[in-house]
């Protein structure tokens, strides 16, 4: 039985608060590999778009529901292989995310690690950061290390990248 001023942590029981300790696990992994790759300040955009696709990655790919009790180094093999350049990681993304959205429909209960990844999602996807344009021409315009051409692109587009280095350099 919970007391007055305890709350749930499993989402279950009449109307307690429900703690999305999946996501929450995921995005504190997340937050470590890219804090240890020390790639970038952790208050710039760059690095919450590279959190954030980082802990999608972690919380979609447990499709078991043990991701509170897995070992990071076991896992690490399988997070690279998804957020590799070859692999389709958007259309990964928005199918997992169906499948527990569908799954959470049917079991008609609170979903807030749903919830809080689909906030990551819609912020990866709505939200574009300046970025160099990989694509331009070599040496076009370029005078100095950062005055090359540089383009508008989705969030997700650079955090990827950045999650899949900072696992490389785990």
Same mark, same amino acid.
């Given at each position: ?43 710039s955009f ?27 180094? !076991?896992?690490?093999?399988? #997070? /690279?292989?998804? =957020?590799?350049?070859?692999? $389709?990681?958007? +259309?990964? %993304?928005?199918?997992? *995310? ?19 990844? !689909?906030?990551?999602?819609? #912020? /990866?996807?709505? =939200?574009?950061?300046?970025? $160099?344009d990989l +694509?331009? %021409?070599?040496?076009? *315009? ?5 005055d090359g ?22």
């Open positions: 039985m919970l007391h007055r001023g305890q709350e749930s942590t499993d989402g279950t029981g009449g109307g307690d608060l429900a703690v999305p300790m999946a996501w929450l696990y995921a995005e504190y992994i997340a937050d470590e590999l890219l804090r240890t790759g020390d790639l970038m300040p952790p208050t760059e690095f919450r778009a590279g959190r954030d696709a980082l802990a999608l990655t972690i919380f979609l790919s447990d499709t078991g529901g043990e991701l509170p009790g897995i070992r990071v180094v !076991s896992q690490l093999e399988t #997070w /690279l292989s998804l =957020t590799a350049y070859d692999q $389709p990681w958007e +259309d990964w %993304v928005r199918e997992r *995310m169906a499948q527990l959205a569908a799954e959470a429909a049917r079991s008609r209960g609170p979903a807030p690690d749903l919830d809080l990844a !689909s906030a990551a999602w819609r #912020w /990866l996807e709505e =939200t574009e950061l300046l970025a $160099p +694509d331009a %021409v070599p040496g076009a *315009m370029a005078t100095g290390e950062d051409p540089q383009v508008w692109t989705p969030a997700w587009q650079l955090g990827l990248p950045l999650g899949h280095l900072a696992i490389h350099l785990f």
